[in-house]
C-alpha cells in the first residue's frame, strides 16, 4: 500500500508540474489516504503480531 501511496504522490508532482491542478490534486487526496491507511494497518499488524 505504501507503493501505491508513492505512486500516486509522484503522479500528483508531475502533474502538478505540467498545470493540471485537479489531477494533481486529486492524486495527492489519494496518496494521503492511502498512506494514512497503510500507517494504520502497519500499527495494527505490529500490535497484533505476538497475539494473534
Not at 22 to 32: E, R, T
Not at 37 to 43: E, P
Amino acid at each position: 500500500m505504501f507503493r501505491w501511496a508513492i505512486i500516486f504522490a509522484v503522479i500528483a508532482l508531475i502533474a502538478s508540474l505540467l498545470g493540471f491542478g485537479g489531477v494533481a490534486g486529486m492524486s495527492k487526496d489519494f496518496a494521503v489516504i492511502l498512506l494514512v491507511v497503510a500507517v494504520i494497518l502497519a500499527i495494527i499488524g505490529f500490535i497484533t503480531r505476538g497475539r494473534v
